[in-house]
């Protein structure tokens, strides 16, 4: 079993983080903590796998070069589709059929996940024709484009917009029953990518900015909630809006333009353009209890107060550290459910470099990362007003891990729930009996 301390405290501390093992093990933890947090700080957090093609337009083409187009341990759809190891894959389940929450049933994630009325997801990425994508359809029953719902994907130039990808997925899920979460309206970091490349610029020679990005948050979120309304469940509306590490508001354009008002500004434009869909504000954490979740907390509390439609917070649940997950977790998750928010972990991923070999005790480094997963499922599943998880990507091949510094520094990461000859890992079994688990009690 995967050990994780358990200590209180309410700040990022060295002995939450570090697993004191051996002073090499103290020494190069030290090492990763920097190197994480040096990225972090310098680069606002993380970037997508496929960033690097950020400095230009989101394009059919780019995006399939990715490594997954020359993978040759990609079958083809019908292997995938005819994985022998979920023989008796339950396609009559109805939603009535709770057949899957029962001990030994031979259930894949996703008709476990829809008997438990939960989500559980695969980021894909911006290729339709990925073959991986078989796999998301038949083991999963949500999906979440990783960048082609992004604003700068949507739209490289503000106001001009390629929706092809993003329709084609979006059909994709249709086609296969699956949940959407679109991924993410607003986004401070990444030109080009998580927003338009000439957004700044044009801040910049607007005689007004306040207003300037008022219109262009109003305008984008309209535009694109429009068009998808009735067909996305759920919008991550805001992503990231608070700095890395303290309780400062990240610093990007919006910020910087109109304050935490562009906050507000893009839930309310939401709401007005879907009012059905549930909207979250997304965003990520080292350690589950410091001042940045109290951050968190404190303005959420604040939106609620002003009427800000906001239904849902997302926690992305990257793992980077080994902290003493499940106690802060489940608090914060808590505290969360208290303000009458739903809950999702939108973008699951446990890194190579948690599990240290020393952590291990005997077992393999998939067996301790499906106990990884597992805690997450569990703190996730505890609390009633979370709705589902979805994991950052489908198979190891290809994660975004394995591309930004430091994280590549570990690659292959490994940290997904398919191996790279696409057969479910530990950590896979691990979350569809969790979730039987928690919702047969
Ligand atoms: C953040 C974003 C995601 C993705 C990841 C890593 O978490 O929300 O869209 O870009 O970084 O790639």
Known sequence: MLELKTTGGSQIEMQDILPMVDMRQVLFSIFILMLVIAALLLSGCHQDDDSSENSEPADDDDVADDDTSDDDTVADDDTIADDDTFPDDDDDDTADD???????ADCTLGETAADAGIFVGAAVPSDPEDPRLSLVSAHFNSLTAENAMKWGELSYHLGDYDYTTADALLAFAEDNGLRVRGHALVWGKYPGHGYPADLETLIGQSPDPYAFVQTAIADHVATVVGRYAGRIESWDVVNEPLSSVGT???PNPFYLAMG???IAAAFMAAREADPDARLFLNEYFLVYDTPKTDALLDLLEDLLAQGVPIDGVGIQ???FVSEPLPERLHRFLTAIEALGL????TELDVAKNVLWDDMLNGQTLFEAQADAYDLLAAACFDVASCTGLTVWGIDDSR????ELFPFNLFAPNNPLLFDRDLAPKPAYFAIRERI???FSR
Request: include cysteine.
């Open 436 to 438: 039987a688990e928690a």
């Open 342 to 345: 739903d809950i999702e972990l």
């Open 98 to 104: 709770d057949s899957c929450l029962q001990p030994g």
């Open 260 to 262: 935490a008002d562009y």
């Open 248 to 250: 400062q508001f990240d």
């Open 317 to 319: 649940g990257h793992l």
């Open 399 to 402: 994660t975004w891990l394995d």
